[in-house]
């Protein structure tokens, strides 16, 4: 069979949602769906990236007056024919909205850079402040090693420790990784914070989480380890789940192994994998099923939006880039918008393409504040 360029494959692939594919493309992608695997999964992925909503928002690069200047998309060598453009058009916006071109083509010249992130601190319970982002390497204190390496933290006792809690706090852009006394590794999404003992003495192994944390417990039945989140808790004697307390009146405790118990109140509830626990000061508590990918994007940078407000994504954008965001214009509320953050580009990547797919215009004014338009 004739091979092609991946490039043209997912072309194929986007071409076919926006329902823009000639007669010839449409038989070589009907082909490719019964003969190439990798391409039969590749489009399926993109089906259920893509809602059937804002697909249709493509059609309108149908019409000639919605072409944008082919320069603003397409690489410079690219030679592409003005009667096909319209189907160039959809795609790459679908792509742009994904994350999958380099969004940064429009000049945002304007723009200043967002404030540079601050440290992550770690209190100890003696009221010591520790800078982890500035101070690497070992660090002595009282009967306790700390070995950091600016985005992990790893410890060793040379004689019984306090049972006080410390408190690490993550800043705005951060995220970072500790392992507890027991073997628990903890990993905390930006402006989350976890309080924690340098060894676990009692009856029970107990920490504290706002924000959002993946937890991988080590396990041991007879040390139950307990997670006290504002409102709520979560037992386990050793499992692998995610907790996050951003959302005002929310809390949710997703588990991807093992098993744990959700408490809140007098409620409780036992999860499987798979299963997500929320606790909500409208409904209490209920049980439903959540996207692992999505959920656990955050700890490799990333954030999908799918269906997002204005203000989902202006919640992510505070925690990573620390900005303050202001809307100047209420027509935006109601927009929806699908797309992919990627924490490890410059914030004018993504405003770019939040620009360009969902006509949300922005711009930073001499006080560093984030507007959108």
Known sequence: METFDPGYKEYLRVAKLADSLTGEEAQLFDQLMETDQEFRAAFSELT??????????LQKYKQPEHWPPAEEIAPPAAIISRSGWFRMAAAASVLLAMGLLIPALINRSHKKQTPEMAGIELTLSNGQKIDLSGAQGAI???????????KQLTYNMSAPATTGMNTLNIAPGKDYQVTLAD??????????????PFSFN???REVTITGEAYLKVAKNKDQPFIVHLPRSSVLVTGTAFNVNTFQAGSEKVALVEGAVILE???DKMALKPGSEGVYANSKGLYEQPFNQRNTLSWMEGLHYFEKSNLEEI???????????????NSRNNDKRFVGILNKKKPLDSFLNTLEYVADIQSYIDKENVLHFR
């Open 48 to 57: 259920q990236t893509l809602t059937p909503a804002y697909i249709q928002q």
């Open 140 to 150: 002595t204190t009282d009967a306790v090693t700390l070995q950091n390496t600016g």
């Open 183 to 196: 073997g628990t590794q903890v990993w905390l999404n930006s402006t989350s914070t976890l309080e924690f």
């Open 202 to 204: 009692g009856a029970t």
């Open 264 to 266: 809140a109140g007098n």
């Open 314 to 328: 202006i919640q992510v954008i505070s925690r990573w880039y620390n900005v303050k965001v202001v809307i100047d």
